[in-house]
């Protein structure tokens, strides 16, 4: 347990220092969110169930945040450090795998977590973003949401032997779920035709599972069992072929 | 270890490798790129799994008891790297608080230089540097076998020598100590035993001089002489092998007491050139005519 508070301290400590990191999960968001708000306001749109535009961007800034984590800096992270050979250094020690992996779930969570309240805080400050109508439900949301997406980070970067390539599927799934999921452009916009097509996409299940407890329209039963699916099938998969070198 | 084997697809890694380590030795692994050295010591330390064969570690089974042995093996990687943005200081720190009972990582600093630099980022670091807190990550288990993989590659001269002067104080220290190496230098410098591998078998095992002082060890003699002298009257001396001129300059291979026996020859001759000298097979000479190769750094 001591090897795993350290670890987890210690990567804590080294994800503060990497600057790219720190930018994606905390100030990106910020300013789509600025950037949109500024366009669009928060003003209440029948559009949008009677919620403001900010509101309904935030909902999807949640996923988008986790996607950011889950497949932009685990597999790089991750595939590094492999690369560099810290795995394979760690695997030398009495550390277990799962203990890293348990670690690195821990520090990006951590990460997660905070970019999601800071957005949440300036989100409340500047526009006034409305209160969720089941806020304890969607934590527990949340939680789902990050645990499915980081197992999947870790087993792209565990099928994938170089930061590299790593990083190459890693876009190549987050980039459209980023435009196609709701994260970043309210899906209410999308034509009828398209709204169809991109809604299985696993992060347009995250996106509606958050706005669905948010705007109280309940639990999507769908989106938990899918987002339980992905998390058990990814961490089947990861446990079977995650290599250290 | 008996009778180890392992193949990775085509190519056959490791082929029936046998070999015993004394406790407090330090044990040399020679041997060309590629000869199989690193999956050797991967398999020693546990970290991959021998197709055939028994391994015991510190009388220990390497396979069933692994979970043990990694608190008792210390080992530093080839190539092996940190994270760029780790302090010295944390590294040690964070290595340490794996283990039960751990060296106290503070006298590692001052044991290994590295005080001065315990808020630098490894990142920052020059490669001594480096390897100087890779040998402190190895000890700071405590361990009772300590596996030295490549320990010297790409530093300067310099530093390598102190890190000779390092691995010299583990084995002080009572710690046995496995130096895979391609440099020979470092392993007749350093190592009480060699084995040379090659093609994932064993060329020859024992203690250096051993392997140095054998029946085939060629001996160089090399002497001016005037133009008179006719380097002729030295064939058929017991000994010589062979007998060459180059101006002034007279060379003599051989065997055995070839001093001696040239020495008398040109003392009957009246002469005593003041410049004799005789060059040993060095390690490096024993190792090309084993492995058959040049070596490829």
Known sequence: MRGLRMLTLSEFKLFIREPAAAFFTLAFPLILLFVFGSIFGNDRDPDFGNWGAADVMVQGYIGLIIGTVAFMGIPVTIGSYRQYGILKWLRATPVTSPTVIVAHIIVNGIVTGMGTMLLLIVGRLVYGLRTPEAPFALVGAWLLSYLSFSVVGFTLAGIFSTARTAQAVGSAIYFPQMFLSGASFPRELFPDGLERATRFLPMTQINILVSDLWRGDGLNWIAVMSLSLIGMAAAVIAFRYFRCE | ?297
Request: proline share 4%; glycine share 10%; with cysteine.
């Open chain 2, 1 to 297: 270890m008996r009778d180890v084997s392992k193949r990775y697809g085509d190519h056959q890694a490791l082929n029936h490798v046998s070999l015993t380590i004394h406790q407090g030795e330090i044990f040399g692994i020679i041997g060309p790129n590629g000869a199989g050295k690193s999956t050797l010591v991967g398999i020693i330390a546990g970290l991959r799994d021998a197709d055939s064969g028994k391994i015991d570690v510190l009388g220990k089974d390497v396979v069933a008891e692994r979970a043990s042995l990694r608190h008792e093996v210390g080992i530093q990687l080839q190539e092996a790297q940190l994270q760029e943005l780790i302090t010295v200081e944390e590294a040690l720190r964070l290595y340490s608080s794996f283990y039960e009972h751990p060296n106290p990582w503070e006298p590692l600093l001052d044991d290994w230089g590295l005080r001065a630099k315990r808020k630098d980022r490894f990142g920052n670091l020059s490669g001594g540097q480096k390897q100087r807190l890779f040998i402190a990550l190895a000890l700071i288990s405590n361990p009772k076998l300590v596996i030295l993989d490549e320990l010297t590659t790409g530093l300067d001269p310099q530093a390598r020598r102190e890190s000779w002067e390092h691995v010299e104080r583990i084995r002080d220290s009572g710690t046995t100590i496995i130096l895979v190496s391609h440099f020979m230098e470092e392993a007749e410098r350093l190592c009480d035993r060699i084995a040379v591998i090659d093609g994932g078998e064993i060329r020859a095992i024992g203690p250096v001089a051993d392997l140095l002082d054998n029946d085939t060890t060629t001996l160089r003699l090399g002497f001016t002489a005037p133009p008179t002298f006719d380097e002729y009257l030295l064939e058929g001396l017991d000994g010589v092998i062979d007998v060459g001129r180059t101006g002034e300059q007279i060379n003599v291979t051989g065997t055995g007491y070839l001093m001696a026996t040239v020495s008398h020859a040109l003392a009957a001759l009246k002469l005593n050139p003041p410049d004799i000298h005789m060059e040993q097979d060095t390690l490096e000479d024993v190792f090309i005519r084993l492995t058959g190769t040049e070596q490829r750094d």
